[in-house]
């Protein structure tokens, strides 16, 4: 789409002026039912006052979500969760404490002031307290929890800037504040405290590890994406997180093992685009060439816009090289193995 035919408006907030003006407008539309995009530290969010079902509601339109897909409430305050739960235990107090506000929601029993269409008619809610001045100044000037997916359609890749926002939902909504790029760029971590040990439910970058210390007990490792097998979450479609393009994950010792991949995929290199965190290929030419860091932070933090870059670039083919395998790198790893799934199964 052309991002000059959209009509959402763009408001800069770099400024403590502009800031209180971006706050001031969107806190104006989310009063009377309006979506607005808010920056969050992971990714962007399509946001919503939790507390009114039909603006929930119009959430689920414009992304095209699957109305059985539950949406994380976000808060500005311990005190605020608190009043999206019905029961506030040790373990939400002792991560909170540890995490908030950061990328970490917490699945717990819903309080009733949170509307079923937020849940998708399930008993509980997930709630978090995010680490990004714009959404935190929204939230508190609100007043109210908002509910945001990450802002954009349903099961294609998340939004790390305005721009992408723009792109893909700027002509369904009124209103994107421009917070600049995510700095942690991948999705929260969300864990269920309902069951009995924890249950990661999405691989986020705060590991089990650090979790299970926090708690001082082992915490339920998340599912592997895999084909074929049950959900376990509602959220947790196999096709997510996905680039219009086809993508692959391959590993390769060489050039020559790349080639044969290639081949044996029948693909020409020439109309593939490769994403790699390692040394890029010299003899093999492809449409272009991406090398991202060997940081798992950095490589989260730019992974997605290398993904919306392609796209952009009208790719069909995206080859990424597979993450290092190390639980560091697992909640990447996941995003990519949802991202190569072809078929959209929910
Ligand atoms: O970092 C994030 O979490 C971003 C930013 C905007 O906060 N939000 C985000 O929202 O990624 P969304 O809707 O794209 O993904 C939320 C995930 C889904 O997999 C959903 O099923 C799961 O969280 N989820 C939300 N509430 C849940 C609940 N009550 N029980 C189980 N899973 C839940
Ligand atoms: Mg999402």
Redo the contacts with the bound molecule.
Sequence with gaps: MDADRSKAKVMPTDTPELMAQAVREAVALLRVGELVAVP?E????LAANALDHRAVARIFQVKNRPSR????V?VASIRMAQECVAEWPKTADLLANAFWPG?L?L?LP?AKCIPEVV?AG?D???V?W?DHPVINALIKACGFPLA????NVSSQL?ATTAQHVQRCLGDKLPLILDGGPCPIGI??T?L?LTCDPPRV??P?LIHESAISAVLGRAVAPVQAAKHGEPLR????MLRHYAPRARLFVWQWDDETTLQVLLTEHNLAAASCHLITHLRPPTQIKFASVMVLPRDVRAYARVLYAALHECDEAGASVIIVRAPPENPEWSAIADRLARASVREVRS
């Design positions: 969050t992971t990714v962007y969010g897909n539950p949406i994380i976000h990328p929601t699945v819903k849940t399930g509980t809610v997930g978090r995010p945001a997916p990450s802002a998340s999705e929260s969300v269920d439910l999405r986020g979450s509602p959220g947790l």
